[in-house]
Structure formats: structure tokens, C-alpha cells
């Protein structure tokens, strides 16, 4: 094992117990993979956020061959999309955290955009998030959804499941699936509320100053 690989390992059992600690997953519930030169690591199935093994983290090839540690988690479909279809991918996040998932439970947001741009940091971090059809989990159907997309969202929400954010490496993937959490919590508290959305000029400026994910 290669000394980047064993740094990512640590990185991925690092921070999901950081958002294991603070509630952004619970029990088993959620899966999170880092791309490594020779394959893709991914936490196990039903192993919990809160106390991974680095060893044990599931290595698989580049085509989904398993290589090495304990089986893959069932939603690796997700992962791998992903990767095949969005140039730079490095790590993906996929969490059942409590808002989040509220907002893709529920029937009035836009498909197309369901968490609108309230603040600077989710347009920056983040992107237009689209919905996706509910699918039963671990279901291949659902990496067949995110190919469909062409590799132009970074963060989808799974209706009735949660959100999967990608990101440059495992940080940013995970800070990113912080900013999605924390922007629907703010979307459900305002519900009913009138609230000011920033413009499509805000927008723009945004995306050509800090890029667009």
C-alpha cells in the first residue's frame, strides 16, 4: 500500500467520524469513497461512520472489481457514476442527514434545483442540486440516474433518501456535504416565511469568480 493510499484511509476514517460525532449520520446509514490512483476506496456495507478500521475500508477497481478489505457498501453504484462521468471527481459523499433528507422528502421544491441559492457559500461550494427519482437503496438503477445527468451536477438528492456530494478530494467533498445540510436546515426553517434568494447577477458573479461546481 502506497503511502498517498494509507493518508487517504486515515483522511476517510478522520472525517467520518467527525460527522458521525456531530449527527450528520447515524448507525450504519451512509457511505464515503476517495479515488486512489490504482482503484477507489470505500467504507464497507453496514459499517458504521463513527468507527471505521482504515484496513478494512473496501478497496475496488476502477470497474467495480473488489480488491481488498471488507465488501463494498451496497450504494457503490452511486459512487461510481460519478467518477465515470464528472472529470475530476475525487471523492463522493453520500449521507441520510436529517434536513437534507427532509427536503427530499418533500413534494413543492423544483427538481431541477431544489436547494436554491440562499447563501454565497452553497452556490459556491455546492452547485444546483437536482432530484433525483426515488430508487430503492443499493439499487443499480440509481448509478443508472446520475450517468443520465452527463456529469453536470455535483450534488444530487435521492428523493425520500438524502443527498450525495462530490468533491476535488475527500475534504471538500465532505465540507461541501456540510454546506448542503446546513442550507436545508436554513430552507426548512424559512418555510412559509418570505425570504430573499440571491439574484441570478450574484449568481453568475459567483460562479465566475470562484468557479462553478
Known amino acids: 500500500m ?3 493510499e494509507r493518508e487517504v484511509r486515515e483522511d476517510i476514517v478522520r472525517l467520518s467520524r467527525s460527522l458521525y460525532q456531530r449527527g450528520f ?5 451512509g457511505n464515503i469513497s476517495a479515488a486512489v490512483d490504482d482503484g477507489i476506496l470505500i467504507t464497507p456495507t453496514n459499517s458504521c461512520l ?10 475496488i477497481s476502477h470497474d467495480g472489481r473488489h480488491q481488498s478489505g471488507d465488501r463494498a457498501s451496497k450504494e457503490v453504484f452511486l ?4 467518477y465515470e462521468t464528472r472529470p475530476g471527481t475525487g471523492a463522493v459523499v453520500h449521507l441520510h442527514s436529517t434536513f437534507a433528507t427532509a427536503l427530499s422528502c418533500l413534494v413543492d421544491i423544483d427538481p431541477d434545483d431544489c436547494v436554491p441559492a440562499l447563501t454565497p457559500y452553497v452556490v459556491m461550494r455546492v452547485g444546483k442540486v437536482k432530484l433525483l427519482d426515488y430508487v430503492r437503496p443499493g439499487d443499480e438503477k440509481a448509478g443508472d440516474l446520475i450517468r443520465a445527468l452527463g456529469g453536470k451536477h455535483a450534488a444530487v438528492l435521492l428523493a425520500n433518501h438524502g443527498p450525495v456530494v462530490t468533491g ?6 465532505v465540507y ?8 436545508a436546515k436554513l430552507l426548512v426553517m424559512l418555510r412559509g416565511l418570505p425570504r430573499r434568494l440571491l439574484s441570478d447577477d450574484n449568481v453568475a458573479e459567483l460562479r465566475s469568480v470562484f468557479g462553478e461546481r
Open 25 to 29: 449520520s447515524v448507525g450504519s446509514a
Open 2 to 4: 502506497s503511502s498517498k
Open 168 to 173: 476535488k478530494d475527500i475534504s471538500s467533498a
Open 79 to 82: 459512487h461510481k457514476a460519478f
Open 176 to 183: 461541501a456535504a456540510e454546506e448542503l445540510e446546513e442550507t
Open 50 to 59: 463513527g468507527f471505521l478500521d482504515p484496513e478494512r475500508i473496501s478497496k
